[in-house]
T-cell receptor
Framework: NAGVMQNPRHLVRRRGQEARLRCSPM?????VYWYRQLPEEGLKFMVY????????ESGMPKERFSAEFPKEGPSILRIQQVVRGDSAAYFC???????????FGNGTRLTVT | KQEVTQIPAALSVPEGENLVLNCSFT??????LQWFRQDPGKGLTSLLL?????REQTSGRLNASLDKSSGRSTLYIAASQPGDSATYLC??????????FGKGTTLSVSS
């Protein structure tokens, strides 16, 4: 049973470009969470999704950021018109049901130049 | 609003020493508390999960305790080894929210 798969591992974008981060949850997991880790900061919750539904997006910036978890395929975190402050490690986690232990991927490290 | 604090932020110990990492949280209404390990440039590995009804969990040289009423948890590492060097993160889970993390304690064990 493969773990949570995130790709790409590293992503470099110039200011103003779009970044698309993918997350495939563990088999049988229908709950997906996205977290952001800034240098010297802890992990900050961004968004919680179930298949085709956004459950909680209270941690996600209102502009430029969006997330989806379609019926088929991976969850996508999309950042439009990236700025240098978006440079961070973005982690995805999945779980089989609410309030169950989370399993984390290895993250995507986004660098905005 | 739940806040999780970890003390100390960094810790250096010689190999073989027993050590304690501390985690405190402001709202005691939690479902569970997890301790994770993060190696540089890597993801998170779950170490121990304590349900709100439990007092402690043990795995090998690791022992985590939970005192919900005082809002505290400790992670005890026995006979530390250089391979234990990593950042240790504490996180709490409560109704209606995703996991809330502390900033972590970065541990360095020298040989």
């Amino acid at each position: 049973n493969a773990g949570v798969m995130q790709n790409p591992r590293h992503l470099v974008r110039r200011r103003g470009q779009e970044a698309r981060l993918r997350c495939s949850p563990m088999k049988g997991h229908s709950h997906v969470y996205w977290y952001r880790q800034l240098p010297e900061e802890g992990l900050k919750f961004m968004v919680y999704l179930q298949k085709e539904n956004i459950i909680d997006e209270s941690g996600m910036p209102k502009e430029r950021f969006s997330a989806e978890f379609p019926k088929e395929g991976p969850s996508i975190l999309r950042i439009q018109q990236v700025v240098r402050g978006d440079s961070a490690a973005y982690f995805c986690a999945s779980s089989p049901y609410d309030n169950s232990p989370l399993h984390f991927g290895n993250g995507t490290r986004l660098t905005v130049t | 609003k739940q806040e999780v604090t970890q003390i100390p932020a960094a810790l250096s110990v010689p190999e073989g020493e027993n050590l304690v990492l501390n985690c405190s949280f402001t709202d005691s209404a939690i479902y569970n508390l997890q301790w994770f390990r993060q190696d540089p440039g890597k993801g998170l590995t779950s170490l121990l999960l304590i349900q709100s009804s439990q007092r402690e969990q043990t795995s090998g040289r690791l022992n985590a305790s939970l005192d919900k009423s005082s809002g505290r948890s400790t992670l005890y590492i026995a006979a530390s080894q250089p391979g234990d060097s990593a950042t240790y993160l504490c996180a709490v889970n409560q109704a209606g929210t995703a996991l809330i993390f502390g900033k972590g304690t970065t541990l360095s064990v020298s040989s």
